[in-house]
T-cell receptor
Framework: AQSVTQLDSHVSVSEGTPVLLRCNYS??????LFWYVQHPNKGLQLLLK??????LVKGINGFEAEFKKSETSFHLTKPSAHMSDAAEYFC???????????FGSGTKLNVKP | DVKVTQSSRYLVKRTGEKVFLECVQD?????MFWYRQDPGLGLRLIYF???????EKGDIPEGYSVSREKKERFSLILESASTNQTSMYLC??????????????FGPGTRLTVT
């Protein structure tokens, strides 16, 4: 069975401090992993993706994520938060050779001035 | 840039009405998806289509149907709207499996209220 767990429903950081959004997955097959961001009243935008190449993946807006197979994790990080990063973030697993995407329940990031 | 458009941003319908939500993509994607998004539940797949006239049920298909007559267009139909179908509906598209490009591209969403 496949599933995605985002460990925090809300994360609050101060502007300029690091961001860590945690994601654990379970998959019986080799997964592709994604992070999406959703700003209020908008659709989801792809931040970055892992598809079995480099385990450290760089995305847009300074975000990156590391695929750790032994820990079944794909945590999203950013060295320095910006006010414009305030949004909801979704971790997504796609199982190889199946056309299904499994979404985490989302983490709302609040950035304080 | 990939563009996925949805016919309405906001929609208000009455219980029992038949509701059509339209989605169009301009990237020649084979796959198209309909999700609903509710607070605390993330996105849940209603239906997806991997080719014209082909469809598969997702996790919550009850009360919904879909239509894909053309490659670029995927419609979600609520046969008889109910208040528990009040939600944000998101359409997405992606290339087929064998293209090696797996990410989905999302439309802006339709916020449907059923009264």
């Amino acid at each position: 069975a496949q599933s995605v767990t985002q460990l925090d429903s809300h994360v609050s950081v101060s502007e300029g401090t690091p961001v860590l959004l945690r994601c654990n997955y379970s998959s019986s097959y080799s997964p592709s992993l994604f992070w999406y961001v959703q700003h209020p009243n908008k659709g989801l935008q792809l931040l970055l993706k892992y598809t079995s190449a480099a385990t450290l993946v760089k995305g847009i807006n300074g975000f990156e994520a590391e695929f750790k197979k032994s820990e079944t994790s794909f945590h999203l990080t950013k060295p320095s938060a910006h006010m414009s990063d305030a949004a909801e973030y979704f971790c997504v697993v796609r199982v190889y050779n199946f056309n299904k995407f499994y979404f985490g329940s989302g983490t709302k990031l609040n950035v304080k001035p | 840039d990939v563009k996925v458009t949805q016919s309405s941003r906001y929609l208000v319908k009455r219980t029992g009405e038949k509701v059509f939500l339209e989605c169009v993509q301009d990237m020649d994607h084979e796959n198209m998806f309909w999700y609903r998004q509710d607070p605390g539940l993330g996105l849940r797949l209603i239906y997806f289509s991997y080719d014209v006239k082909m469809k598969e049920k997702g996790d919550i298909p009850e009360g919904y149907s879909v239509s894909r007559e053309k490659k670029e267009r995927f419609s979600l139909i609520l046969e008889s709207a109910s208040t528990n179908q009040t939600s944000m509906y998101l359409c997405a598209s992606s290339f087929a499996e064998d293209r090696g490009l797996y990410e989905q591209y999302f439309g802006p969403g339709t916020r449907l209220t059923v009264t």
